[in-house]
């Protein structure tokens, strides 16, 4: 009993002890608790920094980290491209990749897939798996997506963007957004703005209308800021009617900050920055990768010589630049470290997960987009032929690596050889290379070392052999074709590849071409094949969604996010010269304005090879008449259209259904129709279903220059219910009144 009671004596001691040991310490401080409102920790925080320490937060101090504040304990921000997956780590100074062993990733298919699929479900799922995987390798902003709009085939980044419509890419852009972001990761909206070709990019100045500016190219951002609530934009390298991107004042402070109530963190692409007073006064809050020249190259270690960072913090001393200017962008960068690095709620995410492959997998097999299919050339069934041969180097080539900024060390990428290895076993299939190309690099066309006349005679040897040729062509990563730098300099095939297929043809005419690549290519060999597919770079399951779709285990649903014209010469921006693509002394202009991709050829009457939209499948559809719930509509309504959609073949499927809007005598040119509303619906072979797609009515307001705002007409409106931007196969027409 004695012995019980001193315990309990000495335990008192001891919690009395500790009792005042917590009492004497300091109490947590606001900026230090989860508990408090963001906006309370972020003015505690920026009430305790001294200016240098406000100054060093708002510039980069290595190649993809900004420093955070060490002695208050706020944490550096860690930052990695995107936007396919989480990229492989660099040294601290330089673009030398760090070769760790554990920092793998999965890729994802390029954006050009994801946008093909058509299914904003696919975007959240691959958002979030981006930013599990981010979120585990301690990354808190992903550098992507990417939202620029599909110009010219020729532009080198097209892969990383979702095509040349706004509101297909509004609308992918919502969830990818929301999907990365519910991981306490910041998606970063990229590049702001107009960076709509490679070529030139660091100085082409733009100039385009106001109305092709927030009709076209600005309403992907809008969606991402507005309706994704993004936590970073990137700004591009190029200028804006003569002010750089990266610190321009209609983009910033205007349009981002006040028009759309961006409360996040707008920061330079890496060496977008020039000035210091711009950058100071006109919104950029981040500048990261930058040299004093203002490109990503220079003396080393030469942070302190940025553009906010030394210079900036001299003017502020002299009393040249208020130091309010600053304090903005530092609650702004301590917003984000609140939502990311110092969220203690947000999850410790997962890699390489076989849910993770999966997502890749299905987002691959739902964006791969039939383009023609005569005399049953697909499926190839298994069994169906004894000797297939895969000739391309696509079929081998790693895609993942290479294009710039995008590259990725998948922990795997099954390649498209193996897929159909796996699928009908190695007797089946005779594999040559066709062409070859070189290593993929940044700024340099490097030569293959291999012999191309003995590659094409092989190749034939090969196709004489099969009973049937699959031909996986394309482009590829390297310098002036898909990547990041330059643009590619002509529509066609590179490699010698159009005339290798045209050979291949003469020796096997039942020839089958897999086109791997983000852009439109000529195509001088259609009218002598059966099959076609358009592929995209589809990352580490690239080999088993290309052989499911192929042996039709897989039935395609893809459809093309852009339109692939006959030639250069029929796409809007080469339409009208030099001038307004690449640009002439340092300037181009948009002279196509609003008419960009399908609103041009259908308004000029200039028919595409392939129209935006266009995809084929394994089965059939057979749409009923339209419907709308109402006729007459005030702008404040939403237009509910409804038909019925039967799967009339024997093989389950998913058609996209479109709705596009024309409007009958509009006060201003507008295009023939636009894009207003889409569904990607499933169906079991002969499954029959009511479709309704809601579509707001002011939507269908174009961008009034007179009064700088939308206008919404009173007029007469047709939706067409369509299955591409040429194959309309319902209307219904409604009245606007208000
Ligand atoms: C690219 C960006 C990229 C950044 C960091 C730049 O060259 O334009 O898209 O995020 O590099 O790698």
């Not at 070709?197 to 809008?222: C, G, H, T, W």
């Not at 012999?451 to 040729?469: T, Y």
């Not at 009218?527 to 589809?538: A, F, H, P």
Request: charged share 25%; with cysteine.
């Amino acid at each position: 009993m004695k012995h019980s009671f001193l315990r309990i004596n000495t335990l008192s001691a001891v919690l009395l002890a500790m009792t005042a040991q917590v009492m004497a310490q300091e109490p947590t401080p606001p900026y230090l608790d989860n508990n408090h409102p963001i906006e309370v920790r972020v003015e505690d925080a920026l009430s305790r920094m001294t200016l240098k320490e406000k100054i060093a937060i708002i510039h980069a101090q290595s190649k993809f980290s900004s420093p955070g504040c060490p002695r208050l304990g706020i944490p550096e921000l860690w930052m990695s491209d995107g936007p396919h997956g989480v990229r492989m780590e660099f040294v601290w100074d330089n673009w030398d990749h760090a070769d760790w062993t554990n920092d793998s990733c999965t890729a994802y298919p390029a954006l050009t897939c994801l946008a093909a699929t058509f299914n904003p479900e696919l975007a959240f799922k691959y958002g979030n798996a981006i930013g599990q995987e981010a979120r585990y390798r301690e990354k808190d902003v992903i550098l992507g997506p990417g939202v620029n709009i599909y110009r010219t085939p020729l532009s080198g980044r097209n892969f990383e963007y979702m095509g040349e419509d706004p509101y297909l890419s509004s609308r992918m852009v919502v969830p990818y957004v929301k999907g990365m972001q519910q991981n306490g990761v910041a998606a970063c909206l990229k590049h702001f703005a107009l960076n709509n070709q490679e070529k030139d990019r660091d100085k082409i100045n733009v100039e385009v209308s106001d109305r092709a500016l927030y009709e076209i190219y600005l309403p992907a951002f809008k969606a991402g800021v507005q309706e994704g609530g993004v936590w970073t934009v990137m700004g591009s390298y190029n200028k804006f009617r003569g002010q750089y991107c990266s610190h321009n004042d209609l983009l910033i402070n205007q349009i981002l900050k006040k028009d759309w109530g961006f409360d996040g963190v707008m920061m330079t692409d890496w060496g977008s920055a020039h000035d210091t007073d711009e950058a100071a006064r006109n919104g950029l809050d981040l500048e990261m990768g930058s040299w004093t020249n203002g490109l990503t190259w220079g003396l080393s270690s030469a942070y302190d010589d940025y553009y906010l960072a030394q210079p900036f913090l001299k003017k502020i001393e002299s009393g040249e630049l208020p130091e309010s200017l600053l304090d903005e962008k530092v609650r702004r960068v301590l917003r984000l470290t609140f939502r990311t690095s110092m969220n203690r709620n947000r999850p410790y995410g997962c890699k390489l997960t076989p849910e993770h492959a999966e997502i890749a997998r299905k987002i691959a097999e739902e964006g791969i987009v039939l383009l023609k299919n005569e005399n049953h050339f697909f499926p190839i069934e298994k069994g169906r032929y004894q000797k297939i041969a895969v000739i391309g180097e696509n079929a081998v080539k790693q895609l993942s690596l290479g294009g710039g900024s995008s590259e990725l060390k998948p922990q795997k990428e099954i390649s498209p050889l193996e897929g159909m290895i796996e699928k009908y076993g190695k007797e089946h299939i005779l594999f040559t290379l066709g062409y070859a190309s070189g290593e993929p690099n940044y700024s340099n066309e490097l030569p293959s070392g291999l012999d191309a006349d003995s590659l094409v005679q092989e190749a034939l040897k090969v196709a004489r052999e099969a009973d049937v040729v699959l031909f996986f062509g394309g482009l590829n990563k390297n310098f002036q074709q898909d990547c990041e730098g330059d643009d590619r300099r002509s529509m066609d095939l590179p490699f010698g590849q159009n005339e290798l297929i045209e050979k291949i043809i003469q020796v096997n005419p039942n020839t089958g071409v897999i086109l791997i690549s983000g852009n439109a290519v000529s195509m001088p060999w259609l009218s002598q094949i059966d099959g076609l597919m358009q592929s995209w770079y589809l990352g580490s399951q690239a080999g088993t969604a290309t052989a499911n779709i192929i042996c039709g285990e897989a039935n395609p649903s893809g459809k093309l996010p852009f339109s692939i014209p006959v030639k250069l010469e029929d796409n809007s921006a080469h339409y009208f010269g030099a001038e307004s693509y690449p640009g002439v002394n340092g300037t181009q202009y948009y002279k196509d304005d609003i008419l960009v991709g399908y609103r041009w050829h259908d308004t000029k009457k200039i028919d595409p090879l392939f129209p935006f939209g266009y995809g084929l499948s394994y089965t059939t559809f057979q749409y009923g008449k339209a419907r709308t719930d109402k006729k007459t509509y005030r702008a404040d309504e939403s237009v509910k259209i409804s038909f019925t959609l039967k799967n009339t073949g024997d093989t389950p499927g998913a058609e996209t259904v479109q709705v596009y809007m024309s409007q009958k005598k509009p006060s201003v040119l507008r295009p023939v129709k636009e894009l207003k509303g889409f569904k990607k619906v499933f169906l079991q072979a002969g499954e029959e279903q009511v479709v309704e797609i809601e579509i707001p009515v002011r939507s269908f307001a174009f961008y009034d220059e007179q009064t700088a705002d939308w206008k919404l007409e009173n007029d007469s409106y047709s939706l067409h219910v369509a299955s591409s931007s040429k194959a309309i196969q319902a209307t219904a027409k409604i009245q606007v009144k208000n």
